[in-house]
């Protein structure tokens, strides 16, 4: 099995347990399901504009599979991802309470 390293802490890369992918899996997969719908477009779009097949955005949105963080990266941009979401992505993975914003960034 590839090791997949996630986000940076202090310099060093965590590989989350099972349960914080999970929890992360499941986070990715509303917002990227929700967005996309909500901008109209079917997985295959998405799929093209991200540089994948239709399968993996399923896989994306069903929370079977976590998008690299390239593919990450490339979601934010494709679905216009604010700060917040992609917050609240993060915190999913660190386990730390929900951060809320006092005014938009």
């Known amino acids: 099995k590839r090791q ?6 202090g310099g060093q890369v965590k590989r989350p347990n099972q349960a914080q992918h999970k929890g992360v899996a499941l986070v990715i997969s509303g917002i990227i399901r929700e967005k996309r719908r ?33 593919t990450f990266i490339k979601i934010k941009y494709a679905l216009n991802l604010s700060t917040k979401e992609c917050l609240s992505i993060i915190n999913a993975f660190s386990g730390a309470p929900e951060c809320h914003l006092q005014e938009p960034i």
Not at 4 to 9: A, G, H, I, L, Y
Not at 44 to 60: D, H, I, N, Q, W
């Open 4 to 9: 997949v390293n996630w986000w940076s802490r």
């Open 38 to 70: 909500t901008r109209g477009l079917s997985q295959g779009e998405l799929a093209r504009m991200l540089g994948v097949t239709p399968a993996s955005v399923s896989y994306f949105e069903s929370g079977k599979r976590v998008p690299s963080i390239p």
